[in-house]
């Protein structure tokens, strides 16, 4: 066969593909503006809160991030009874001497020692199983070092648990995006779950890929995760949030994540090396293997790269895939406090730099150099 003969079958196949790929970035983007008007919305001026709520925060190393944010819990409105709770992880910095001096002597505050994760158990899963196992309060809220709540954050937060009846419930933070990795990265934590999960079925669907969960603030009724083992259950899970959710449906409970724009900010990674590591320790568990991974990777590629690059050789259907893709990452961003424009016009190039981030993390993951704030992953 000549070489004009070979290259037609492959340009039916590419054309296809982009076909399918517009297509199937066309119908996600469909779902994710359905869900942006499912998505529960805390409100702005809650109710105050019956009964003690504690508040969660392990830190490890975050001298320069937990002032802030234990500032900002000491500052709640309408939760009387509160509890702050705070576990030193064998810091190596100042950690323990800025949450002093940010409790100030207050009442509410108490602050733990952590020596580190006995074997079997990742570090921050046991800080939290430690927290917990100290706390009083029927509602239990998890917050991480790097997040800043609004004033109103808790009340909102717990009225939206009880209010809807759900036993856990992440309010998703409004994600702080600066440099250009950020910018290109960090959105697409949103608008992966509005694309791809329906929101409402999910909260109570047992299906482990039906689950969506943040760490960063999470609020779980105190009997649902006792019952779900709490973080025993998934004692060495990287991503523990998600890995809790799964255990509190499995126990019966339901629960996923609802906007938190209003009700708290986080900037999880200030750099390029610093995203970087932050992505490898994690990314590659995050679709249970190798071969689903792999799966996912190329479900992207044929839906958020592939119609961009065809549209470039004058492809009318790879256009109608890249208008597609912009719509929705724009849309996930005006809902969830992101930046839309320009930033929405790359997401053919975000999409790429995931799926670069994704294989590091698997390459580092097989050969045995993860590692987190000094201590070696699994």
Same mark, same amino acid.
């Not at 076909?19 to 529960?40: D, E, F, P, Y």
């Not at 991480?144 to 648990?161: F, T």
């Given at each position: @066969?000549?070489?004009?003969?070979?290259?037609?079958?492959?340009?039916?196949?590419?054309?296809?593909?982009?076909?399918?790929?517009?297509?199937?970035?066309?119908?996600?983007?469909?779902?994710?503006?359905?869900?942006?008007?499912?998505?529960?919305?805390p409100s702005l001026e809650p109710a105050?809160?019956?009964?003690?709520?504690?508040?969660?925060?392990?830190? $490890?190393?975050?001298?320069? $991030?937990?002032?802030?944010?234990?500032?900002?819990?000491?500052?709640?409105?309408?939760?009387?009874?509160?509890?702050?709770?705070?576990?030193?992880?064998?810091?190596?910095?100042?950690?323990?001497?800025?949450?002093?001096?940010?409790?100030?002597?207050?009442?509410?505050?108490?602050?733990?020692?952590?020596?580190?994760?006995?074997?079997?158990?990742?570090?921050?899963?046991?800080?939290?199983?430690?927290?917990?196992?100290?706390?009083?309060?029927?509602?239990?809220?998890?917050?991480?070092?790097?997040?800043?709540?609004?004033?109103?954050?808790?009340?909102?937060?717990?009225?939206?648990?009880?209010?809807?009846?759900?036993?856990?419930?992440?309010?998703?933070? $409004?994600q702080l995006a600066h440099?250009?990795?950020?910018?290109?990265?960090?959105?697409?934590?949103?608008?992966?779950?509005?694309?791809?999960?329906?929101?409402?079925?999910?909260?109570?669907?047992?299906?482990?890929?039906?689950?969506?969960?943040?760490?960063?603030?999470?609020?779980?009724?105190?009997?649902?995760?006792?019952?779900?083992?709490?973080?025993?259950?998934?004692?060495?899970? %990287?991503?523990?949030?998600?890995?809790?959710? $799964?255990?509190?449906?499995?126990?019966?409970?339901?629960?996923?994540?609802?906007?938190?724009?209003?009700?708290?900010?986080?900037? @999880?990674?200030?750099?390029?090396?610093?995203? *970087?590591?932050?992505?490898?320790?994690?990314?590659?568990?995050?679709?249970?293997?190798?071969?689903?991974?792999?799966? %996912?990777?190329?479900?992207?590629?044929?839906?958020?790269?592939?119609?961009?690059?065809?549209?470039?050789?004058?492809?009318?259907?790879?256009?109608?895939?890249?208008?597609?893709?912009?719509?929705?990452?724009?849309?996930?961003?005006? *809902?969830?406090?992101?930046?839309?424009?320009?930033?929405?016009?790359?997401?053919?190039?975000?999409?790429?730099?995931?799926?670069?981030?994704?294989?590091?993390?698997?390459? *580092?993951?097989?050969?045995?150099?993860?590692?987190?704030?000094?201590?070696?992953?699994?």
């Amino acid at each position: @066969m000549s070489g004009a003969g070979r290259r037609g079958p492959l340009r039916r196949g590419l054309r296809a593909l982009t076909w399918a790929g517009s297509a199937a970035a066309t119908a996600l983007t469909a779902h994710s503006l359905l869900n942006a008007r499912a998505l529960r919305t805390p409100s702005l001026e809650p109710a105050p809160v019956a009964g003690r709520v504690s508040v969660l925060l392990p830190v $490890r190393d975050e001298e320069e $991030r937990a002032g802030a944010c234990l500032a900002a819990l000491l500052d709640q409105v309408g939760v009387p009874e509160l509890e702050v709770l705070v576990l030193d992880d064998a810091s190596t910095d100042g950690t323990a001497q800025v949450v002093a001096a940010a409790a100030a002597g207050d009442a509410r505050v108490r602050l733990l020692r952590g020596d580190g994760p006995p074997p079997g158990w990742l570090g921050k899963a046991h800080a939290c199983a430690r927290l917990a196992e100290a706390a009083t309060g029927e509602v239990l809220v998890f917050v991480d070092a790097d997040v800043v709540l609004a004033p109103h954050a808790l009340a909102a937060g717990v009225e939206l648990l009880r209010g809807t009846g759900l036993d856990l419930v992440c309010p998703y933070p $409004r994600q702080l995006a600066h440099t250009w990795s950020e910018r290109l990265v960090q959105p697409l934590l949103q608008w992966s779950w509005l694309t791809t999960l329906p929101l409402r079925a999910a909260e109570v669907s047992p299906r482990p890929s039906l689950s969506a969960a943040n760490g960063q603030f999470l609020l779980v009724d105190a009997a649902a995760y006792r019952r779900a083992g709490g973080h025993g259950a998934v004692r060495g899970q %990287v991503l523990d949030d998600i890995a809790l959710l $799964r255990a509190v449906k499995a126990a019966g409970g339901r629960g996923g994540v609802a906007d938190g724009t209003e009700l708290a900010t986080c900037r @999880m990674y200030e750099s390029w090396p610093a995203l *970087r590591e932050g992505y490898a320790k994690s990314l590659w568990s995050a679709f249970g293997s190798a071969p689903a991974a792999a799966a %996912v990777a190329a479900g992207l590629s044929v839906a958020y790269v592939l119609p961009p690059l065809a549209a470039l050789g004058g492809s009318r259907a790879g256009a109608v895939g890249y208008v597609a893709a912009v719509v929705g990452r724009y849309a996930a961003a005006e *809902r969830t406090g992101g930046r839309s424009l320009p930033d929405a016009l790359g997401h053919p190039a975000s999409v790429l730099l995931l799926l670069g981030l994704l294989a590091d993390s698997w390459a *580092r993951h097989r050969s045995g150099a993860l590692s987190w704030k000094g201590r070696v992953l699994p």
